[in-house]
């Protein structure tokens, strides 16, 4: 495994100093401007893709940046979720896809998950996506639309959220739906012309 104390000791001797009244700020304050939910992928580190500092981005990271959709109980996501919009005042809420996505990649082509049950079963939450791609043939151009379907269907399953219905009831929070090209470092804004994109700006 890498040394990580050898980036930790970088970020102290290099990084830090330069941002040591940001930090000091940061250290009574929370109040980041977005909630981005992404996924999991090692390639796809919010903070780098759109430079923002410390304390900006409020993350929650799942596999396929899958949004279940609201039920009562507690668990991690929703829980992330209500804080970040009800407690945090969040204004912006960002679902983020990217391509060569493992989650959509076993999807779209079928893959065998029987090896990894509980994989398989979070990927439920991924079940409109699919349908709307059930017409296409298993593909590099199968997957693409997977990515962006699945980022509209988590988009429509976290407006089942109370905390992020009440805030889109009054104009307190907007949400926008991104795909991000690992390979070319891009960021596509999904436009309203997709399913359920009436929330997304
Ligand atoms: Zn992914």
Same mark, same amino acid.
């Given at each position: 495994?890498?040394?990580?104390?050898?980036?930790?000791?970088?970020?102290?001797?290099?990084?830090?100093?330069?941002?040591?009244? !940001?930090?000091?700020?940061?250290?009574?304050? &929370?109040?980041?401007?977005?909630?981005?939910?992404?996924?999991?992928?090692?390639?796809?580190?919010?903070?780098?893709?759109?430079?923002?500092?410390?304390?900006?981005?409020?993350?929650?990271?799942?596999?396929?940046?899958?949004?279940?959709?609201?039920?009562?109980?507690?668990?991690?996501?929703?829980?992330?979720?209500?804080?970040?919009?009800?407690?945090?005042?969040?204004?912006?809420?960002?679902?983020?896809? &990217?391509?060569?996505?493992?989650?959509?990649?076993? !999807?779209?082509?079928?893959?065998?998950?029987?090896?990894?049950?509980?994989?398989?079963?979070?990927?439920? &939450?991924?079940?409109?996506?699919?349908?709307?791609?059930?017409?296409?043939?298993?593909?590099?151009?199968?997957?693409?639309?997977?990515?962006?379907?699945?980022?509209?269907?988590?988009?429509?399953?976290?407006?089942?959220?109370?905390?992020?219905?009440?805030?889109?009831?009054?104009?307190?929070?907007?949400? &926008?739906?991104?795909?991000?090209?690992?390979?070319?470092?891009?960021?596509?804004?999904?436009?309203?012309?997709?399913?359920?994109?009436?929330?997304?700006?």
């Amino acid at each position: 495994m890498p040394d990580l104390a050898d980036g930790v000791a970088r970020f102290q001797r290099d990084v830090f100093p330069a941002k040591a009244d !940001l930090f000091a700020r940061l250290a009574t304050h &929370h109040t980041p401007h977005t909630l981005f939910i992404g996924c999991s992928d090692a390639r796809v580190v919010p903070e780098l893709i759109t430079q923002g500092e410390p304390g900006e981005l409020f993350v929650v990271r799942t596999a396929g940046n899958l949004v279940p959709a609201y039920t009562p109980g507690a668990n991690g996501v929703t829980a992330s979720i209500e804080y970040a919009v009800a407690v945090l005042g969040v204004s912006d809420i960002v679902v983020c896809g &990217h391509s060569a996505c493992g989650a959509m990649t076993a !999807l779209a082509e079928g893959h065998d998950l029987s090896g990894a049950p509980v994989v398989a079963d979070w990927l439920r &939450h991924a079940d409109a996506a699919l349908a709307r791609t059930a017409g296409m043939a298993a593909g590099p151009q199968k997957t693409a639309a997977l990515v962006r379907q699945n980022v509209y269907a988590q988009l429509a399953n976290l407006a089942t959220h109370p905390s992020v219905a009440r805030a889109f009831a009054e104009g307190g929070v907007t949400l &926008h739906g991104w795909v991000f090209d690992i390979a070319g470092g891009r960021i596509e804004r999904l436009d309203a012309a997709g399913a359920g994109a009436a929330l997304v700006s």
